[in-house]
Structure formats: C-alpha cells, structure tokens
C-alpha cells in the first residue's frame, strides 16, 4: 500500500526567504505526482503535476522536482509571500491501486510572516 | 462559470441522524469522487464514480452511501453507521481520460454532535 509522507508538517518562514517543502513516497511505480495548495477551510488547487517520465515542472515562483527512483518530490517556492501561506498537499497516483485514486500526504502547513 | 458547488458549507446533525451532502458540477466530467479530510490529516478516498450509474467503494466506505443518477451531481448520504462522522468533506471531478486532474469543491464541513 502506497505511504505518503510530508515533512516539515509546519514551517514559519520571514517574507522573501526560499523554501523547499518535502514529500517521500514508498512505492516508486507511480504515474503521476501533484502539489496542492489548500486555504484554511477551502477545497485544494492543483499547483504543479509531474508525470513519471518528468524530473521537474515550473510555474511561475513554484519549482517541483521528481525524483522516482529514490521517492522523493520536492516543492521549491521562491521569494516567498505572505499570499503563500496556506497548506500544501502531495498527492500520487500509482498504479497498485485504483487507476482514478490518488493518495494524498498530510501536508506541509506553510506560514510566511510579513 | 463552470465549476464545482458543494452545499451546505456548514451542517451541523444530531448523533444517529442520516445527512446527505450535495456535489453539483458543471464541468461535463464523467469522473466524481468524495474525500473525508481530518484536522491535520490528507485526503481519504470515501466513494468514486467513473461514469452516471456506476460507483466504487474507496479506502474508508462504511457508515457511507452515494448515488450517480445524473451526470452533474453524486450526492454523498452520511448514515449512522458512520462511526466519527465529523470531518471536512470534499467532492471532486475530473474530464475524460485525465482522471489525475481532480478539480475540487469548496468542501463542507460536518458535525456531528
């Protein structure tokens, strides 16, 4: 059964500062692996999705990397802002289980003082 | 605007009382699924549905039922079988043939007491 694991659990961070949130994986044949983003008390928002035939995606200040054979995805935000603070969630979708589910890690609770 | 509506945001039931949530979209998705999150917790499949008429269980479907008669709503029925049933409950979709973009709903938030 796939694990997905997430570390720091919190992180305070000083505005500007750059950032590398942590997600490890147990079980490296996966298809897919997506960062969310989640507001306190709001549903989640797709921020970056990797295929497992891809080492990294990028958008904007947000960097993710991929790395299957070792487990690993890391979530690289620069010059981070207070609008950064929210939860962020790994999520893989791998091909031991159903191939609509994804298995979510407990999140990486982010918060940048101004 | 196409999108994803749960309804109520708040609901608030008395222990041994069934309560169904509402997920209603409008993104012509064939794909729905119910996640339960918990205070500090990741998202826990409950239910899914790949196509009106047809659902599955997930990891963690006891204590819940759910229906697909139309393509833009699955309703999500909380019975009192459900042993804890306060949780954040999010509905999601995703589009034919991409069943890893799961686009979510604002979520409600039930509980019981």
């Known amino acids: 059964k796939q694990e997905v694991t997430q570390i720091p659990a919190a992180l305070s961070v000083p505005e500007g500062e750059n950032l590398v949130l942590n997600c490890s994986f147990t079980?490296?044949?996966?298809?897919?692996l997506q960062w969310f983003r989640q507001d306190p008390g709001k549903g989640l928002t797709s921020l970056l999705l990797?295929?497992?035939?891809?080492r990294e995606q990028t958008s904007g200040r947000l960097n993710a990397s991929l790395d299957k054979s070792s487990g690993r995805s890391t979530l690289y935000i620069a010059a981070s802002q207070p609008g950064d603070s929210a939860t962020y969630l790994c999520?893989?979708?791998?091909?031991?289980?159903?191939?609509?589910?994804?298995?979510f890690g407990k999140g990486t609770k982010l918060s940048v003082i101004p | 605007d196409g999108g994803i509506t749960q309804s109520p945001k708040y609901l608030f039931r008395k222990e041994g009382q069934n309560v169904t949530l509402s997920c209603e979209q409008n993104?012509?998705?064939?794909?729905m699924y119910w996640y339960r999150q918990d205070p500090g917790q990741g998202l826990r499949l409950i239910y899914y549905?790949?196509?009106?008429?047809?659902?599955q269980k997930g990891d963690i479907a006891e204590g819940y039922s759910v229906s697909r008669e139309k393509k833009e709503s699955f309703p999500l029925t909380v019975t009192s079988a459900q042993k804890n049933p306060t949780a954040f409950y999010l509905c999601?979709?995703?589009?034919?043939?991409?069943?890893?973009?799961?686009?979510f709903g604002p979520g409600t938030r039930l509980t019981v007491t």
């Open positions: 999520a893989v979708q791998y091909s031991g289980a159903g191939s609509y589910q994804l298995t």
């Open positions: 079980d490296s044949a996966i298809y897919n």
């Open positions: 990797i295929q497992s035939s891809q």
């Open positions: 993104l012509n998705h064939d794909a």
């Open positions: 549905s790949q196509i009106v008429n047809d659902f």
């Open positions: 999601a979709s995703a589009a034919p043939g991409r069943p890893y973009e799961q686009y």
